[in-house]
């Protein structure tokens, strides 16, 4: 069976998503696979994953992530998460929750975040956490992220307490580095204990399926794979006529002439009169013309 769409994988703790990848391919026995927004491997939850010609579509998913987070304080570890090396360990048995809810309206929006040394950030070619492996200076840059929403959910008291949150955010935050934010905010110090992402590219947790549950639908011939379809339902739409739209499936550039009300250099999805999704592009202004161009095709004809 060909096999084109997506799938929701709750990824499992101590896979790299690179791993996940390579597992899905031999499950699927097809080489053209790809994932959306890499977890670390201590991490679990949803990792999109793109089988086919779709792979071409992960970078028009929706952006927004939501994580379950649990933060230990008192630990300063080198990676900012408990797979690292412990640095500093300080009693904080005094430390209280709202201690720390004074702090959390200081995280949200778009702020500056300073990811960990350990990261995935190239440097020069090379990722961050190979130089820091290696003992070497690491300057890590600054990245502006947003973060719409960050919810209590537990407190855990004790001498190395621990906070449970749900952050929904966009891409390209590090939890970790909220984590250790959040301890130097309390002068206590903290790193992540776990974490579980419930929500990215519009898929949810609890719409998941493991190595296991795919592995078994496989095997009854019932594995159904999310369409384009429903993973772009979040960008508008512009339809064309068959004729026209069987021209942009073939790379032509479409002059628009009724150009009112439309926005530039924003992707959109095409479709044609049959409503059938022909592919992603954008309207361009190229020499006082305004034309559709084509970003991905999938080319149903």
Same mark, same amino acid.
């Given at each position: 069976m060909q096999y084109s769409g997506f799938l929701n994988l709750n990824k499992p703790k101590d896979f790299t998503s690179h791993d996940c990848v390579g597992k899905m391919r031999r499950l699927l026995h097809l080489k053209k696979i790809g994932h959306g927004g890499t977890l670390d491997p201590s991490a679990t939850g949803v990792l999109p994953i793109a089988v086919g010609k779709v792979t071409r579509l992960l970078q028009f998913l929706p952006e927004k992530?939501?994580?379950?987070? #649990? /933060?230990?304080? &008192?630990?300063? +570890?080198?990676?900012?998460?408990?797979?690292?090396?412990?640095?500093?360990?300080?009693?904080?048995?005094?430390?209280t929750l709202e201690d720390i809810k004074l702090h959390l309206p200081s995280f949200l929006g778009e702020i500056e975040q300073i990811p960990?040394?350990?990261?995935?950030?190239?440097?020069?070619?090379?990722?961050?956490?190979?130089?820091?492996?290696k003992g070497e200076d690491v300057a890590v840059p600054k990245r502006?992220?947003?973060?719409?929403?960050?919810e209590v959910l537990k407190w855990f008291c004790g001498d190395?307490?621990?906070?449970?949150? #749900? /952050?929904?955010? &966009?891409?390209? +935050?590090y939890i970790r580095a909220i984590a250790r934010d959040l301890g130097n905010l309390v002068k206590k110090g903290a790193t992540l204990g776990s974490l579980e992402r419930v929500l990215s590219c519009g898929m949810e947790i609890k719409e998941s399926l493991t190595f296991e549950e795919i592995e078994t639908k496989i095997k009854e011939d019932n594995l159904t794979l999310i369409s384009p379809e429903k993973m772009l339902s979040h960008l508008p739409i512009f339809s064309l006529k068959n004729e026209i739209g069987k021209r942009w499936c073939q790379g032509q550039k479409i002059m628009i002439e009724d150009s009112l009300n439309l926005a530039f250099n924003r992707v959109i999805r095409v479709k044609n009169e049959d409503n059938l999704l022909l592919g992603v592009g954008e309207f361009n202004l190229i020499e006082n013309e305004v034309l559709l161009i084509a970003k991905v095709v999938l080319n149903p004809y």
């Amino acid at each position: 069976m060909q096999y084109s769409g997506f799938l929701n994988l709750n990824k499992p703790k101590d896979f790299t998503s690179h791993d996940c990848v390579g597992k899905m391919r031999r499950l699927l026995h097809l080489k053209k696979i790809g994932h959306g927004g890499t977890l670390d491997p201590s991490a679990t939850g949803v990792l999109p994953i793109a089988v086919g010609k779709v792979t071409r579509l992960l970078q028009f998913l929706p952006e927004k992530k939501a994580y379950i987070a #649990k /933060i230990c304080f &008192g630990i300063r +570890t080198n990676t900012d998460d408990l797979e690292g090396e412990i640095l500093e360990r300080n009693l904080s048995s005094d430390l209280t929750l709202e201690d720390i809810k004074l702090h959390l309206p200081s995280f949200l929006g778009e702020i500056e975040q300073i990811p960990p040394a350990f990261s995935a950030i190239k440097q020069g070619g090379t990722p961050l956490y190979k130089l820091a492996r290696k003992g070497e200076d690491v300057a890590v840059p600054k990245r502006i992220v947003k973060i719409e929403k960050i919810e209590v959910l537990k407190w855990f008291c004790g001498d190395f307490p621990e906070l449970e949150l #749900k /952050i929904t955010c &966009g891409s390209g +935050t590090y939890i970790r580095a909220i984590a250790r934010d959040l301890g130097n905010l309390v002068k206590k110090g903290a790193t992540l204990g776990s974490l579980e992402r419930v929500l990215s590219c519009g898929m949810e947790i609890k719409e998941s399926l493991t190595f296991e549950e795919i592995e078994t639908k496989i095997k009854e011939d019932n594995l159904t794979l999310i369409s384009p379809e429903k993973m772009l339902s979040h960008l508008p739409i512009f339809s064309l006529k068959n004729e026209i739209g069987k021209r942009w499936c073939q790379g032509q550039k479409i002059m628009i002439e009724d150009s009112l009300n439309l926005a530039f250099n924003r992707v959109i999805r095409v479709k044609n009169e049959d409503n059938l999704l022909l592919g992603v592009g954008e309207f361009n202004l190229i020499e006082n013309e305004v034309l559709l161009i084509a970003k991905v095709v999938l080319n149903p004809y």
